[in-house]
């Protein structure tokens, strides 16, 4: 089945504590790219991945940190969480400008 | 950049009854998707349709990119419709990546 994954689902952390959101995606997709969700503010970009070792920021980059070793996987890192961000984060894959594919989402509170 | 405009904001249907949520957008896209934010958070595919009419079961949905907007159409509603339907476009940036840029949302709500 294609799919996009996420893990952990559901993670409630310490303040500074750093923390790994994996995703990986079955699909040979090209590019893969990470958001979250705030009430108010929508859906924003965090950074996204072109192809392997290709990566760039997007809207709200600060705070995190990504990687793209390989092509299925795009690990989101946060060094040292702060409550704001306390959020849903979701990860997506595409073929290049083609069907967005969305991961099952993260939900992270960080007290 | 690119405006994506959903109406209405909130709805509340009867069980069975139809309804029509719309999306415009400011700008050509060739891109437009439109998503199913369940209870529980997921994003769940819709429809993949820059342009043109597609039908999944009770739903179905049309594009016309000439005039910036596209209908979702949901018939004989059903409690499990209940979630936020979101309207995305893409966006290109000026680094040759791009992104999804959604609208707000219609958060609807299906009563037995």
């Known amino acids: 089945e294609a799919q996009v994954t996420q893990n952990p689902r559901y993670l409630i952390t310490v303040t500074g504590k750093k923390l790994t959101v994996t995703c990986s995606q079955n699909?040979?997709?090209?590019?893969m790219s990470w958001y979250r969700q705030d009430p108010g503010l929508g859906l924003r970009q965090i950074y996204y991945?072109?192809?392997?070792?290709?990566?760039d920021k997007g809207d709200v980059p600060e705070g995190y940190k990504v990687s793209r070793k390989e092509k299925r996987n795009f690990p989101l890192i946060l060094e040292s969480p702060s409550p704001n961000q306390t959020s849903l984060y979701f990860c997506?894959?595409?073929?290049?400008?083609?069907?967005?594919?969305f991961g099952p989402g993260t939900r992270l509170t960080v007290t | 950049g690119i405006q994506v405009e959903q109406s209405p904001p909130d709805l509340i249907l009867q069980e069975g009854a139809n309804s029509t949520l719309r999306c415009n957008f400011s700008?050509?896209?060739?891109?437009l998707q439109w998503f199913h934010q369940n209870p529980w958070g997921q994003l769940i595919n819709l429809f993949y349709?820059?342009?043109g009419t597609k039908q999944n079961g009770r739903l179905s949905a049309t594009t016309v990119a000439t005039e910036r907007y596209s209908l979702l159409y949901i018939s004989s509603s059903q409690t499990t419709d209940s979630g936020v339907y979101f309207c995305a476009v893409l966006a290109h940036r000026n680094t040759g990546g791009f992104k999804t840029i959604f609208g707000a949302g219609t958060r609807l709500f299906v009563k037995a």
């Open positions: 699909m040979n997709h090209e590019y």
């Open positions: 700008d050509s896209v060739n891109n």
């Open positions: 997506a894959s595409s073929v290049s400008t083609g069907e967005q594919y």
């Open positions: 349709i820059p342009s």
């Open positions: 991945s072109m192809n392997v070792e290709v990566t």
